[in-house]
T-cell receptor, first 115, second 112 residues
Framework: GAVVSQHPSWVICKSGTSVKIECRSLDFQATTMFWYRQFPKQSLMLMATSNEGSKATYEQGVEKDKFLINHASLTLSTLTVTSAHPEDSSFYIC???????????FGQGTRLTVV | LAKTTQPISMDSYEGQEVNITCSHNNIATNDYITWYQQFPSQGPRFIIQGYKTKVTNEVASLFIPADRKSSTLSLPRVSLSDTAVYYCLVGEYGGSQGNLIFGKGTKLSVKP
């Protein structure tokens, strides 16, 4: 299967700072990437969908000014958590698909801890 | 998007066959059924996908009845390493955006 890589795998940051998480499709071009958040013992919650070269579409209740998503190329999408607070501590996972009618591949996730 | 219902948890023993059923009563004509596996602190991993009847690959089988209102993931001869959460997703294979919406999943615990 195709490989999707996230970086970093884990990060600890101070409250009020911003953190950037990268999601790369290593061996394919991803027209669409998805970002999820997962709290302990809960399911994945879709945050936003991004298509290369266009603005991301955010799910209801997700603050787009707080969670900045950029999909500048067909192999890279970034999620920036701005002015992070302890309640933003979570497991963030990205997913990518080549095109319509293809399966989605997931990254290994990024554990964010805000102290 | 069709809503899915799965058992919250299941227990099994090594070597047994495990069947996890997912209900999706309002599945649409264009919807596919996809199963993912997730280990703690890892991203989900694709297991199998199907539209109707039966699909089999090297790790699992997926049984879909004619009405498609449910599906069953079958894991043959499970091992301890199959302990994970299994998610059933229903939606258009691509769709306008192809959003993958996860339900609560089934936590499978395999015991020795």
């Amino acid at each position: 299967g195709a490989v999707v890589s996230q970086h970093p795998s884990w990060v600890i940051c101070k409250s009020g700072t911003s953190v950037k998480i990268e999601c790369r499709s290593l061996d394919f071009q991803a027209t669409t990437m998805f970002w999820y958040r997962q709290f302990p013992k809960q399911s994945l919650m879709l945050m936003a969908t991004s298509n290369e070269g266009s603005k991301a579409t955010y799910e209801q209740g997700v603050e787009k000014d707080k969670f900045l998503i950029n999909h500048a190329s067909l192999t890279l999408s970034t999620l920036t958590v701005t002015s992070a607070h302890p309640e933003d501590s979570s497991f963030y996972i990205c997913s990518a698909r080549r095109a319509l009618n293809t399966e989605a591949f997931f990254g290994q996730g990024t554990r964010l801890t805000v102290v | 998007l069709a809503k899915t219902t799965q058992p919250i948890s299941m227990d099994s023993y090594e070597g047994q066959e495990v069947n996890i059923t997912c209900s999706h009563n309002n599945i649409a004509t264009n919807d596919y059924i996809t199963w993912y596996q997730q280990f703690p602190s890892q991203g989900p991993r694709f297991i199998i996908q199907g539209y109707k009847t039966k699909v089999t690959n090297e790790v699992a089988s997926l049984f879909i009845p004619a009405d498609r209102k449910s599906s069953t993931l079958s894991l043959p001869r499970v091992s301890l390493s199959d302990t994970a959460v299994y998610y059933c997703l229903v939606g258009e294979y691509g769709g306008s955006q192809g959003n993958l919406i996860f339900g609560k999943g089934t936590k499978l615990s395999v015991k020795p």
